[in-house]
Nanobody, 122 residues
Framework: QVQLVESGGGLVQAGGSLRLACAASGHTFSRYYTGWFRQAPGKERAFVARISWSGTSTYYADSVKGRFTISKDNAENTVYLQMNTLKPEDTAVYYC???????????????WGQGTQVTVSS
């Protein structure tokens, strides 16, 4: 079992930065791939970024490539999402999720956090 708790959301102006954290409990978390997803009002939840269990492999949605960076600290059981040059269209609830193999398919992720709100003002 893996439990995930997101933090770090908030209100920021366009062009600003935020760093989200996903803290995990569960002794096998270091062996899980972790993804970040987001859901804007009235839209479906969408993939943002994914990192391998070792932290050496990452993958990003085109919409955030070059602006967001996903990283992992296995010693702290935490995955981060550094978000730079934020845009109003990045406004959403951000969720982290864990899976035991590489995937960006939202339906395949079995462990989810409760989400954290990110609001980018123009």
């Amino acid at each position: 079992q893996v439990q995930l708790v997101e933090s770090g959301g908030g209100l920021v102006q366009a062009g600003g930065s935020l760093r989200l954290a996903c803290a995990a409990s569960g002794h096998t978390f270091s062996r899980y791939y972790t993804g970040w997803f987001r859901q804007a009002p009235g839209k479906e939840r969408a993939f943002v970024a994914r990192i391998s269990w070792s932290g050496t492999s990452t993958y990003y949605a085109d919409s955030v490539k070059g602006r967001f960076t996903i990283s992992k600290d296995n010693a702290e059981n935490t995955v981060y999402l550094q978000m730079n040059t934020l845009k109003p269209e990045d406004t959403a609830v951000y969720y982290c999720a864990a899976i035991s193999y590489p995937s960006i398919d939202i339906e395949r992720y079995g462990y989810w956090g409760q989400g954290t709100q990110v609001t980018v003002s123009s």
